[in-house]
């Protein structure tokens, strides 16, 4: 066989085994390093790398007119040309980008027999650091083998040259022993026997042109953050890039990773950040910033992994800000915080009423329960909420301030009231944001206007609420039952409201349930309580509104419709020991033709009436003539 014939012969099967699956492909071991990007100082694959694992491409900066072979184990002397791209891999799922006709400096740690292979390009300067051995090459260079048994963890390099075509193609780190036919071990192989282990694999974009060195959103990040966190481009960290409203006084750090269309650092540039409504910027490196002292902040940087804080002007004042971060004059990111202000207002709502000789903190959860939702261990008669003067909810925890009542405002039926559970989120659509409370009366039914007062522990300041009414009332003693309306079509809603009354007449409280209920009312169906005695919403439920009444709602008709007709319903709760059942009556039509035979009937006498009168009147007007 001819030399020619051979070295062709060993080109085709250096190509094809690996793709075609003759060989046997061992994953290659985790490799240990974390590859260092285009543009930064070559990894040391001896110190870093994972023998028989990893495989490196030069990162270093180039300025010369052509790549060159590392030189030793640590490949600080590699060159790479035109690399534009690296991943931070060293094992067999590293990707690259490299400018067409360009050529990357490889090297790897290994401690046998080891080969290159590529689907594309060619090799050249195979070396290691074992003097005296010389490589091999396929016919077109995309095989290049190492053929000797290393007996020492070494190193060996190769460049190879990208074609002029854009694509993509794979480069290959084999390693291993093969073994003869006659199934004895193998140390060196030639171009015929490839090392058996897949150690390491480049996928390598070759490109006509560089994408990089100008800014990339898709490869950049910019997050929002309560500190400085650090920011990794293209990641997404959970918990960062918060829209959440910040509290009065806290830092809002914006933190921001600048990189170009492969995914690397860009070079030193103009950074200008400007804030909206006076807000505070200081922009640097990551980490914890100063504050700023103006709405506009300058520095000279690349955007790797650098911080913006964001503070209010005055303090205790809400601020809404659009921060605006721009590079040599690109607007790379746009972010709109806001920072509550200290707490201005309170506002209370869902008020209940308070059982006569209670104190405000007798444990009432029932009322609080139908209101929000929320069960609480003391007395629970009334929310507080606070705001700033933006309108955003201000958490009021222990330590932010003194909740009272004002003095002024109590007297002998309402003698004083406490907030006996504080709020524990500033979310507005959170429960937790109430504050809850509730006042003592005394031995008498009656009100008073009373208000709650907050004074801050940071400042002194005291916020006063709005007065609100404070009831206190007994045990329901009677209750009445009527209905919204005397008749009813098939298919309306219907509403019976029952209305609870103490000893002295005055509406009920809301602290103890109005009892366990049986109802009847023919053709109706209860819709938001139920109304069957086991229900146990209907027998532990206290009334719906601070005023004794209770509303329920209901339907009229059933699925195979009704009778028309008019009907006396029975409604009965055991609590109150005076109560009498009520017997509402009403009327139930279908909603079609109503009118009756006794109805026609007496339109037709009314008719005949008529008629009657109508020739009475004409036979005086012919005797008159």
């Known amino acids: 066989m001819s030399t020619t014939t051979l070295r062709k012969r060993i080109s085709l099967v250096a190509i094809t085994a690996l793709t075609a699956g003759v060989l046997t492909v061992v994953a290659s071991p985790v490799a240990s390093a974390n590859h260092p990007a285009a543009g930064i100082p070559n990894g040391d694959a001896a110190a870093l790398g994972t023998p028989n694992g990893s495989l490196f491409v030069a990162t270093a900066s180039n300025t010369t007119s052509s790549a060159a072979v590392a030189t030793a184990a640590a490949g600080t002397s590699g060159l790479s040309k035109g690399l534009l791209s690296k991943d931070t891999s060293s094992g067999t799922a590293q990707t690259a980008t490299v400018l067409a006709g360009g050529a990357l400096s490889l090297y790897a ?19 290691s650091t074992n003097a005296g051995v010389t490589a091999l090459y396929s016919s077109n260079n995309s ?6 048994l290393l007996v020492a963890a070494t190193a060996v390099a190769t460049v190879w040259t990208a074609p002029t075509t854009p694509g993509t193609y794979s480069i290959n780190l084999l390693t291993g022993f093969y073994l003869a036919s006659n199934g004895t071990s193998r140390s060196a192989p030639d171009l015929d026997n490839l090392p058996p282990t897949l150690s390491g694999r480049i996928t ?22 309560p500190a400085g966190a650090s920011t990794t481009a293209g990641t997404t960290n959970l918990g960062i890039d918060t829209t959440a409203i910040f509290a009065d006084g806290e830092a809002v750090y914006i933190n921001y990773d600048l990189n170009d269309g492969y995914n690397a650092n860009l070079s030193s540039g103009n950074i200008v950040v400007t804030a909206t409504n006076g807000a505070f910027v200081n922009v640097g490196q990551g980490g914890t910033l100063a504050a700023g002292t103006s709405s506009t902040d300058v520095d000279a940087a690349d955007g790797t992994g650098d911080s913006v804080r964001i503070d209010q002007p005055t303090a ?35 008020v209940g009423t308070q059982k006569t000789n209670n104190t405000s903190t007798t444990t009432t959860p029932q009322w609080m329960y139908q209101k929000i939702g929320v069960y609480a261990s003391g007395g629970s008669l009334f929310t507080v909420v606070a705001t700033d003067s933006a309108g955003n909810v201000v958490d009021t925890p222990t330590a932010y301030g003194t909740y009272s009542v004002d003095a002024t405002t109590v007297n002998t039926i309402v003698q004083n009231a406490t907030v006996n559970t504080r709020s524990s989120t500033s979310t507005a659509s959170s429960v937790l944001r109430y504050n809850l409370g509730s006042w003592t009366c005394g031995n008498d039914a009656g009100s008073a206007n009373i208000k709650i007062k907050l004074t801050l522990t940071a400042t002194g300041d005291v916020i006063t609420s709005d007065p609100f009414a404070a009831r206190c009332a007994g045990d329901a003693v009677t209750y009445s039952a009527s209905l919204d309306k005397a008749s009813y079509n ?3 809603l219907a509403t019976v409201t029952v209305k609870f009354l103490d000893s002295k007449g005055n509406p009920t409280h809301t602290v103890f349930p109005v009892g366990a209920n049986t109802w009847s009312l023919p053709y109706m169906t ?15 439920a206290v009334t719906s509104k601070n005023d004794g ?29 005076l109560g009498t059942k009520q017997t509402p009556t009403y009327k139930l039509s279908t909603g079609g033709d109503t009118t009756t035979n006794a109805d026609v009937l007496k339109s037709i006498v009314a008719l005949i009436a008529s008629i009657n009168k109508q020739i009475q009147a004409l036979q005086k007007l012919i005797l008159k003539r």
Do not use: M, W
């Not at 740690?109 to 070396?127: E, I, K, M, Q």
């Open 109 to 127: 740690p290994v401690t046998t027999a080891s080969a290159f292979t590529a689907t594309g390009g060619s090799f050249s300067l195979t070396r």
């Open 143 to 148: 095989t290049t083998v190492y053929p000797i």
């Open 204 to 225: 390598v974009s070759v490109v006509a042109s560089s994408a990089g060195g100008s800014y990339s959103a898709a490869f950049s990040a910019c997050q929002t953050s």
């Open 316 to 350: 205790g004042a809400p601020l809404t800000t659009t921060v605006t971060i721009a590079y040599n004059g690109t607007t790379v990111c746009t972010k709109t915080v806001t920072i509550r202000g200290k707490a201005t207002k309170l506002t209370v709502e869902n």
């Open 490 to 492: 098939q298919g309306e």
């Open 526 to 540: 209860g819709i938001d309580v139920a109304l069957a005695a086991t229900n146990p919403a209907s027998s532990t």
């Open 549 to 577: 009444t209770s509303s329920y709602l209901l339907t009229v008709g059933t699925t195979s419709g009704l009778s028309a007709g008019t009907y006396t319903g029975v409604i009965e709760f055991s609590s109150p020991v």
